[in-house]
């Protein structure tokens, strides 16, 4: 019972995600129903979605993508109308299933939502759910409780909704096994590498060829601009490492804020479940748990050994029933209401909850206890310098961002007011590729970069305007040097040039030696060739051949061996010789379930993509086109 959400790893990934995620565009149910202020962009039934719940949206999409590219991330990469529109299809996918599960009247109950929460990782202290961890979470992302509880339920809701469209999605044992007999197929073969280095007295690369190719490709060999920079950092952390609290403002917190350092009264229970559900004969169940109801209260120190022996929750029978401690709130309401009126050691008579008759034994009892000042204090001095912090950062940057401005031919002015260093960059190259990015540390962002390749930075020497690199973090910067974009002289890349060329026909000879003898060997000429000894594969093996390799195999007829096949290899051409097909006289069962699993996940997604499309046909969906190719050219 109570450990069935708590062992559903993929829920608590979706609560982890949950907490550290802004809060999203469709998670709260008044987004469902209210249009909004604004021109709304979409459609969906009698739902609207508007431009503000796109932009929301399309943020986070870029926040995501920023994320998973790293210094690939380009900007531009979203202000394209394909994927803003694949946005608005998301948003438009996410509202059709609301409204199904509306339709459905699919809900998640108070009980499971608390459940749930209580088991997060990082909610958890000692093994125990915490409240204080709870808060301050929430605080950290500018939520409220009720927030953040709503869109865990809708989200819990349509995970009921996926899930049940998923578990429709049948893939059978014979469909499994055959795509497990074809990717566990060996294939054994031997290799004739023809190397293009076997080529290289027939090649002579003349220098007209390499004129013309310098000539074709001159940005291959473009120096592009650089610049030497200095740049100030002005964020959040810098002031906080500058704020000091008076004396008394902790203790002075600390009283008009008690409240929020009470550890709640806890208990831990052990319990023994009799279920029942909508096939049970509940009077039947009730007589058996009041069977070992006398049994128990006969042995009362045997409890545990009891609820070995008769308990049907699954996740705590084998505990001896034991359920930890718990906050009064954290079970079912019935459960919860007998627990918190239980002395210590107590048996509870049958308490009935929508799972069952529970036998309830109260095993602990943590009172109501407030954390003392000194043990809070640490907490309290992070936050009050966190808040003084982020109210003096709010002035420091509109100075900082006038001054770097209104005195433009220098950053130490403003270095000197908010006693900051002044550093300096190494040579920044124009174009940038994700190497050099991810060297470069603060400045490695886009709208600095051109800023400094801009013509009043390179030619007037002034500086930037101050950027938002990060959350709560300004950066400004100046050119120190500058050097313009030029071409490599032809004579100093004449070298490498020929040598390219060179590389290039000698591949092409060996693949054009390599092609002849494999059409040889295909018409049934004598096999002279030095094979090499006896290799295997299967496309299981991934990595372990180049993928030409793999396909090249795989795809040849073995109806009549020995078998040849040809493909590239980074300039040689490999010749293979299939000599035995083979498969495993029987499957693994561990191979099987993660076939099992790995077919079922693409099964269910087409499920679930042949859903909404059905949903699509179901409900009116309009989008206003005038509006989305507004926000495109934005």
């Excluded at 509202?95 to 339709?103: C, G, M, S, V």
């Excluded at 964020?235 to 409240?259: F, M």
């Excluded at 308990?311 to 001896?320: L, T, V, Y």
């Excluded at 079970?331 to 049958?350: R, T």
């Amino acid at each position: 019972m109570f450990d069935a959400v708590r062992n559903n790893k993929r829920i608590v990934q979706i609560f982890l995600a949950l907490i550290t995620l802004p809060f999203a565009f469709f998670g709260v149910d008044s987004y469902v129903r209210n249009s909004g202020a604004g021109t709304d962009l979409a459609s969906v039934g009698d739902t609207k979605i508007t431009i503000p719940q796109f932009e929301q949206a399309w943020r986070e999409r870029q926040d995501q993508m920023r994320q998973a590219l790293g210094a690939n991330f380009k900007a531009e990469m979203m202000n394209t109308p394909e994927v803003k529109l694949a946005v608005l299809d998301s948003l438009i996918d996410q509202r059709l299933l609301l409204l199904e599960a509306e339709k459905s009247r699919l809900q998640t109950s108070d009980d499971v939502l608390r459940e749930v929460i209580s088991k997060i990782p990082s909610l958890q202290e000692n093994g125990q759910f915490s409240l204080a961890r709870y808060e301050s979470a929430l605080r950290a992302q500018g939520m409220s409780q009720p927030q953040f509880e709503a869109r865990l339920r809708q989200d819990l809701t349509l995970q009921q909704l996926i899930g049940a469209v998923g578990d429709a999605a049948f893939v059978s044992q014979t469909q499994v096994d055959a795509m497990l007999r074809m990717q566990s197929e060996e294939r054994q073969f031997s290799e004739f590498r023809i190397a293009p280095e076997q080529f290289a007295d027939k090649v002579r690369i003349e220098t007209s060829a390499v004129q013309k190719f310098y000539e074709d490709n001159k940005t291959q060999f473009e120096v592009p601009e650089q610049v030497k920079a200095e740049y100030l950092v002005l964020s959040l952390d810098t002031i906080l490492g500058q704020v000091t609290l008076a004396d008394g403002e902790v203790r002075a917190w600390y009283e008009s804020h008690k409240d929020r350092y009470e550890q709640a009264e806890e208990r831990r229970a052990s319990h023994i479940l009799i279920m029942t559900d909508a096939d049970t004969d509940k009077t039947k169940a009730r007589a058996r748990a009041e069977e070992v109801l006398k049994e128990v209260l006969k042995s009362p120190a045997k409890f545990a050994e009891l609820a070995k022996q008769y308990s049907q929750d699954p996740g705590s029978a084998e505990k001896g029933g034991d359920l930890g401690f718990f906050s009064r709130g954290m079970m079912v309401k019935a459960f919860d209401d007998s627990v918190f009126k239980q002395k210590e050691g107590e048996i509870s008579g049958l308490v009935q909850s929508e799972f069952g008759y529970h036998i309830i034994k109260v095993t602990g009892i943590k009172a109501v206890k407030l954390r003392s000042i000194d043990e809070a204090r640490p907490e309290i001095e992070a936050e009050l310098k966190r808040q003084a912090a982020s109210r003096k950062f709010a002035e420091a940057a509109e100075v900082f961002t006038n001054m770097v401005y209104e005195q433009s031919d220098s950053l130490q002015p403003v270095a000197e007011k908010f006693k900051l260093k002044i550093q300096q960059s190494a040579w920044l190259p124009k174009k940038l590729d994700a190497k050099v990015m991810a060297t470069l540390g603060p400045l490695a962002n886009e709208k600095i970069l051109a800023a400094l390749f801009a013509e009043d930075a390179v030619k007037n020497r002034r500086n930037t305007e101050a950027v938002e690199i990060a959350p709560n973090t300004l950066l400004a910067a100046r050119v120190l040097e500058y050097v313009p974009a030029a071409s490599k002289p032809f004579d100093s890349v004449k070298a490498d040039i020929e040598k390219l060329l060179k590389s290039r026909e000698e591949a092409a000879l060996a693949r054009s030696s390599g092609e002849a003898r494999l059409a040889e060997l295909k018409k049934g000429s004598e096999d002279k060739l030095a094979w090499s000894p006896v290799k295997s594969a299967s496309r299981m093996q991934v990595g372990k051949l180049r993928p030409e390799a793999i396909q090249a195999l795989f795809k040849a007829d073995v109806q009549k061996l020995p078998a040849y096949v040809g493909a590239g290899d980074d300039g040689s051409y490999i010749l293979y010789k299939i000599v035995k097909v083979s498969h495993p006289e029987k499957i693994d069962e561990n191979a099987r379930q993660g076939m099992q699993r790995e077919y079922g996940a693409l099964v269910a997604q087409e499920e679930l993509a042949s859903y909404l499309a059905g949903l699509r046909m179901r409900y009116k969906i309009n989008i206003n086109t005038t509006a989305l190719a507004s926000r495109e050219r934005q």
